[in-house]
């Protein structure tokens, strides 16, 4: 539909899994060394996790697609099987026909691995959607793996799944499974707006697109926030958006018009919360702040007036707008060009009112010009 009036030859973003559109990010271009590796070296067990829509089946067709003729695949994409339909697939995809039962099946599958392994080919099984496999399934999965020689695998085994393949893994029903884990690789989302924007770019590249420039850089930088980097997001966000600028020929995708989308797919941007934090306890319970305040009264003629020069009267000292005091400064010889001065930082330190062992009725005065006595409407407690 859109595809003419944006200068398209194709669809540059529908959900199919076409590695004609694949794009190597860095977590891309790992994973497929593993499974290159993996596989070459006849490392037994591969698995391959990565969140929803990063391309997990993607990147496994592409591999497939590059494979040597040599090398035999059996692909399973729906892992809800029991175990006899699991081996009745396997024997389906590795055309093994003779058999009745399962050991009949155990025996011919090991004379062909012998053979091709024999002859130097590679044999491989991939599961896609391997998170989905149940407990009984993947310990004969497991046990797959005990076709080898002395010295190699004779079948490659690729376990495929989103993240919860990692939680199976640590069942520890599963624990030897666990452990025949040659190989394990993560594939990631795209990690920054600029990443988003090459992707873009090159899907339109594919396309036959005549220009790049079809999203504005406020649409891509929504796209990026909305999708979280996630490719097929990301897929979905910029059709839809290519479909409704078609519908209102606007040349060029706005910032609002990826907005609209989103508000419609229910994938705007998270809002981080904010954490609220309780106001710090008192230090002392009612009965000891009104003992202190009331030694605290006793120093000085207690008149109630706040000069805000510390005289020994018995008031909270308010805006001290000195940066330090010298301790050994006795009160009320503060200079005067300090007590004018501009406030920078308000540390509420007093004088030492003597070196001898502090009193009842210096706690009081400390505790009575702190503050701390009074409530919020300034009374004593």
Not at 25 to 42: C, F, K, Q, R
Not at 151 to 172: C, D, F, H, S, Y
Not at 274 to 285: D, K, L, S, T, V
Not at 343 to 361: A, Q
């Amino acid at each position: 539909m859109y595809a003419e009036f944006y200068g398209l030859k194709e669809l540059p973003f529908a959900l199919t899994p076409d590695p004609r559109y694949i794009y190597f990010t860095p977590s891309h271009t790992e994973v497929m060394a593993n499974l290159h590796y993996g596989i070459e070296s006849g490392k037994g067990l591969i698995a391959v996790t990565g969140e929803v829509g990063t391309g997990k089946t993607m990147m496994l067709r592409w591999v497939m697609q590059r494979l040597d003729r040599t090398v035999l695949v059996a692909y399973i994409f729906n892992p809800r099987l029991s175990v006899p339909e699991f081996y009745q697939h396997l024997a389906k995809l590795f055309d093994i026909q003779n058999w009745e039962s399962k050991s009949d099946l155990l025996i011919e599958l090991g004379k062909v691995l012998e053979s091709r392994h024999s002859r130097g080919l590679r044999t491989v099984l991939i599961v896609d959607e391997a998170h989905g496999l149940s407990t009984s399934v993947l310990e004969e999965v497991r046990l797959l793996c005990n076709f080898e020689s002395d010295t190699a695998k004779q079948l490659q085994i690729v376990l495929t799944g989103q993240p919860e393949l990692r939680a199976l893994l640590n069942n520890p029903d599963l624990r030897q499974l666990k452990q025949r884990v040659a190989l394990r690789c993560d594939v990631k989302a795209l990690p920054n707006v600029e990443e988003t924007a090459r992707y873009i770019n090159t899907r339109l590249k594919v396309a036959g697109a005549e220009r790049t420039d079809i999203f504005s850089p406020g649409a891509v930088d929504y796209i990026f926030r909305c999708s979280e980097g996630i490719p097929r997001n990301i897929n979905n966000l910029c059709d839809n958006a290519l479909l409704n600028g078609f519908a209102e020929s606007e040349p060029i995708i706005s910032r609002a018009a990826v907005q609209e989308v989103a508000e419609t797919f229910d994938v705007l941007p998270r809002v981080p919360k904010i954490e609220e934090h309780e106001a710090p306890a008192r230090i002392f319970h009612a009965a000891g702040r009104a003992e202190l305040w009331a030694a605290g009264k006793g120093e000085g003629n207690g008149n109630g007036s706040d000069n805000g020069h510390g005289n020994g009267n018995g008031n909270a000292i308010k805006n001290v707008g000195v940066v330090s005091i010298n301790r050994d400064q006795s009160a009320g010889e503060v200079p005067a060009a300090m007590t004018t001065r501009e406030p920078d930082i308000i540390i509420n330190e007093y004088p030492r009112l003597s070196e001898s062992p502090t009193t009842i009725e210096d706690l009081g005065s400390a505790f009575n010009r702190s503050g701390l006595g009074r409530g919020n409407n300034g009374q004593s407690i």
